[in-house]
């Protein structure tokens, strides 16, 4: 199929005076459309149209605009052009009246077919003599004829880059472009940047996000070994994989006008690091080639950084209910609710606890199977509050939910595809819940249930001593990996504990990360001569980061120096660990660093414990670290 195949006579236009208004020259062109039969409802059309405009124009400057949308009220993918020689203001990027204007329609299922024809006219605007003859032409034949002679001789934006030579070290630059219906932008924007980067000869590989899915996914290693990330998008993209790089974050437009700008700034690593907070919205489905570890951390890791927030939100405000109220010798099992306003606090903060289980499970089973698994997932999640097998029954449950929906994706495949409407909205829903409480009922509770009050019990009933390597595991785990694995295992075991009423855990896991930034900035602060320049003006940032529990802020200088860095931050952490152990401090509020000590057990010697373990390891680290030449 050809980009002529679905753009017809009828539905081109020359020669057009200008219109009045950026609406007025949607419905000239949605006229034109609508005479090519492409729409089964004009009028819902223009309005997703519209809609697709008032998240960004789609006037991408230099004279060239690409309104469009993705709705259920186009009958067939379709291409509408208009040429307006004097131009209107269609609130372009650059400020300049648009003359060549090409309306794109897909519809909702739309095959990848008709994404990449779409893409393919998108990357071929990016010509200059091209967008000029198009502009000149006399007639429509001739319109069509300089179409299929560009076709002829360009490949498709879906195939391989035009992009420099790969270096043995890898791609200098990576970058993903992203709009919002991830039709035409998307495409440009990856065309402009890959042409740029050939033109200055730096090597680039670029990941766009469109309506066909994630192609050219970049690799972690390829990421680990970039200068630079250029992230062009209108949408959230997966931005977990780019912790701890130079990451620019701009506008997918910005990607098609300012491409040179861009590739400068990300060559000179002139961008701020990257610090992911487990907030930003994550891309659901496995990347090809990836392990069967790494696809079951992933899924783990998007049911904890949409629990963390419930977790951290009612946490920090069960904990300023003790903190408010009065406590009663008389009744101790009241603490926390024998005045109102206690009450209160801790009424709220255990609503929003209370949602933390459901939520892990849930966004497992979506991670694994999209939104059908989200609820069986949820169901799993409370009956596992619910039958006393906890964190860890909720998180056997969310796989199972994702793996269960999967299940039933294969068993009902033999039904029609006129009937996949009903899968979503009746059958999987009904299955999937059924089939979870089944599960969840008769095979994860029982057994769950019992291991989950040994294990509480034992830590518990721990002598002091063994309590003590406890912190040090934790502890020193926070700063292994800082923000990866490691660090979130022994995060989310804290905050696993919590709800069953073990604090202790989870205020030497908090400890432990905070010692790797502070134990930084003092080094950079008392012993800056064995760092470059950059790093002892970046260092005193860690402070911040560090008392704010941010483990990732020491996550540059780790990268810069591992060998030396994060040995002496996991000595630090676990240290650290162990004396919030041995000084019984405790902790309900799974987060907020220095800003919740009032709401510790035992505060005082509980930062005595955190600049213990920074002091350590800002003197190993500095023993471990030779001074610089005075150049640096």
Same mark, same amino acid.
């Given at each position: 199929?050809?980009?002529?195949?679905?753009?017809?006579?009828?539905?081109?236009?020359?020669?057009?005076?200008?219109?009045?208004?950026?609406?007025?020259?949607? &419905?000239?062109?949605?006229?034109?459309?609508?005479? $090519?039969?492409?729409?089964?409802?004009?009028?819902?059309?223009?309005?997703?149209?519209?809609?697709? +405009?008032?998240?960004?124009?789609?006037?991408?400057?230099? !004279?060239?605009?690409?309104?469009?949308?993705?709705?259920?009220?186009?009958?067939?993918?379709?291409?509408?052009?208009?040429?307006?020689?004097?131009?209107?203001?269609?609130?372009?990027?650059?400020?300049?009246?648009?003359?060549?204007?090409?309306?794109?329609?897909?519809?909702?299922?739309?095959?990848?077919?008709?994404?990449?024809?779409?893409?393919?006219?998108?990357?071929?605007?990016?010509?200059?003599? #091209?967008?000029?003859?198009?502009?000149?032409?006399?007639?429509?034949? +001739?319109?069509?004829?300089?179409? &299929?002679?560009? =076709?002829?001789?360009?490949?498709?934006?879906?195939?391989?880059?035009? =992009?420099? +030579?790969?270096?043995?070290?890898?791609?200098?630059?990576?970058?993903?472009?992203?709009?919002?219906? !991830?039709?035409?932008?998307?495409?440009?924007?990856?065309?402009?940047? =890959?042409?740029?980067?050939k033109r200055k000869n730096i090597s680039i590989k670029v990941e766009?996000?469109?309506t066909g899915g994630r192609k050219n996914v970049l690799t972690d290693?390829?990421?680990?070994?970039?200068?630079?990330?250029?992230?062009?998008?209108?949408?959230?993209?997966?931005?977990?994989?780019?912790?701890?790089?130079?990451?620019?974050?701009?506008?997918?437009?910005?990607?098609?006008?300012?491409?040179?700008?861009?590739?400068?700034?990300?060559?000179?690593?002139?961008?701020?690091?990257?610090?992911?907070?487990?907030?930003?919205?994550?891309?659901?489905?496995?990347?090809?080639?990836?392990?069967?570890?790494?696809?079951?951390?992933?899924?783990?890791?998007?049911?904890?950084?949409?629990?963390?927030?419930?977790?951290?939100?009612?946490?920090?405000?069960?904990?300023?209910?003790?903190?408010?109220?009065?406590?009663?010798?008389?009744?101790?099992? &009241?603490?926390?609710?024998?005045?109102?306003?206690?009450?209160?606090?801790?009424?709220? $903060?255990?609503?929003?606890?209370?949602?933390?289980? %459901? /939520?892990?499970?849930?966004?497992?089973?979506?991670?694994?199977?999209?939104?059908?698994?989200?609820?069986?997932?949820? /169901?799993?999640?409370?009956?596992? &509050?619910?039958?006393?097998?906890?964190?860890? $029954?909720?998180?056997?449950?969310?796989?199972?939910?994702?793996?269960?929906?999967?299940?039933?994706?294969?068993?009902?495949? #033999?039904?029609?595809?006129?009937?996949?409407?009903?899968?979503?909205?009746?059958?999987?829903?009904?299955?999937? /819940?059924?089939?979870?409480?089944?599960?969840?009922?008769?095979?994860?509770?029982?057994?769950?249930?019992?291991?989950?009050?040994?294990? /509480?019990?034992?830590?518990?009933?721990?002598?002091?001593?063994?309590?003590?390597?406890?912190?040090?595991?934790?502890?020193?785990?926070?700063?292994?990996?800082?923000?990866?694995?490691?660090?979130?295992?022994?995060?989310?075991?804290?905050?696993?504990?919590?709800?069953?009423?073990?604090?202790?855990?989870?205020?030497?896991?908090?400890?432990?990360?905070?010692?790797?930034?502070?134990?930084?900035?003092?080094?950079?602060? *008392? #012993?800056?001569?064995?760092?470059?320049?950059?790093?002892?003006?970046?260092?005193?940032?860690?402070?911040?980061?560090?008392?704010? #529990?941010?483990?990732?802020?020491?996550?540059? *200088?780790?990268?810069?120096? %591992?060998?030396?860095?994060?040995?002496?931050?996991?000595?630090?952490?676990?240290?650290?660990?162990?004396?919030?152990?041995?000084?019984?401090?405790?902790?309900?509020?799974?987060?907020?660093?220095?800003?919740?000590?009032?709401?510790?057990?035992?505060?005082?010697?509980?930062?005595?414990?955190?600049?213990?373990?920074?002091?350590?390891?800002?003197?190993?680290?500095?023993?471990?670290?030779?001074?610089?030449?005075?150049?640096?």
């Amino acid at each position: 199929m050809k980009i002529t195949d679905i753009l017809k006579p009828v539905s081109i236009q020359l020669n057009v005076a200008p219109p009045k208004s950026k609406v007025e020259a949607i &419905n000239i062109l949605a006229d034109l459309m609508e005479k $090519g039969g492409n729409l089964s409802n004009k009028e819902e059309y223009v309005k997703a149209v519209i809609a697709r +405009e008032d998240s960004g124009s789609t006037g991408l400057g230099d !004279g060239i605009a690409t309104p469009h949308a993705k709705s259920s009220a186009v009958r067939e993918a379709g291409l509408a052009a208009m040429v307006v020689p004097q131009g209107m203001d269609f609130a372009a990027l650059d400020g300049n009246p648009s003359r060549l204007f090409f309306m794109i329609a897909a519809p909702n299922s739309a095959s990848d077919l008709h994404v990449q024809l779409l893409s393919k006219l998108a990357t071929m605007l990016m010509d200059p003599d #091209f967008k000029d003859a198009l502009i000149n032409a006399k007639s429509v034949d +001739e319109f069509l004829q300089l179409i &299929n002679e560009k =076709e002829e001789g360009k490949s498709s934006a879906e195939e391989a880059p035009a =992009e420099a +030579e790969k270096t043995p070290d890898g791609y200098e630059v990576l970058a993903v472009t992203a709009c919002p219906t !991830g039709i035409a932008h998307t495409y440009m924007a990856a065309e402009s940047l =890959e042409q740029h980067a050939k033109r200055k000869n730096i090597s680039i590989k670029v990941e766009t996000n469109g309506t066909g899915g994630r192609k050219n996914v970049l690799t972690d290693e390829e990421i680990a070994k970039a200068k630079c990330i250029i992230v062009a998008a209108d949408k959230n993209v997966p931005m977990a994989r780019f912790n701890g790089k130079h990451v620019i974050i701009t506008k997918v437009a910005n990607g098609i006008n300012k491409a040179d700008e861009l590739l400068d700034k990300a060559m000179a690593q002139d961008a701020p690091i990257y610090h992911h907070s487990g907030n930003d919205e994550e891309a659901s489905g496995s990347v090809e080639g990836e392990s069967i570890g790494r696809q079951i951390y992933k899924h783990l890791m998007n049911g904890v950084s949409h629990m963390l927030p419930f977790v951290v939100g009612g946490g920090i405000l069960i904990a300023i209910a003790f903190l408010v109220d009065v406590y009663d010798p008389a009744n101790p099992s &009241n603490f926390g609710s024998n005045t109102p306003l206690a009450a209160f606090f801790k009424n709220v $903060g255990g609503v929003s606890f209370g949602f933390m289980l %459901p /939520v892990l499970a849930g966004f497992i089973g979506m991670s694994i199977a999209d939104r059908p698994g989200l609820v069986a997932g949820f /169901v799993g999640g409370a009956l596992a &509050n619910s039958g006393g097998s906890g964190f860890l $029954g909720a998180l056997i449950a969310g796989f199972a939910a994702g793996y269960i929906i999967l299940g039933l994706r294969k068993a009902l495949n #033999f039904l029609p595809a006129s009937l996949d409407g009903i899968k979503n909205i009746l059958l999987y829903p009904l299955l999937g /819940v059924f089939l979870m409480g089944i599960a969840i009922t008769f095979i994860i509770n029982p057994p769950v249930s019992a291991i989950n009050t040994w294990l /509480v019990e034992t830590l518990k009933g721990m002598d002091p001593s063994s309590r003590i390597l406890i912190g040090i595991v934790v502890g020193g785990m926070m700063s292994i990996d800082m923000g990866g694995p490691f660090n979130k295992a022994a995060y989310v075991t804290g905050t696993a504990l919590l709800a069953d009423g073990e604090f202790g855990v989870m205020a030497s896991v908090m400890a432990g990360g905070m010692v790797p930034p502070i134990a930084i900035a003092l080094c950079t602060t *008392f #012993f800056g001569n064995r760092f470059t320049e950059a790093e002892r003006k970046s260092g005193p940032t860690n402070y911040i980061m560090g008392l704010s #529990f941010i483990t990732e802020g020491a996550i540059p *200088f780790a990268a810069a120096d %591992p060998a030396r860095v994060i040995p002496s931050c996991i000595v630090g952490s676990a240290v650290a660990g162990a004396l919030s152990m041995a000084f019984e401090c405790t902790l309900r509020a799974p987060h907020g660093g220095i800003f919740v000590v009032p709401t510790i057990g035992n505060p005082l010697m509980y930062l005595v414990a955190i600049a213990a373990g920074a002091v350590v390891s800002m003197i190993l680290l500095a023993i471990l670290k030779k001074p610089l030449n005075k150049k640096q």
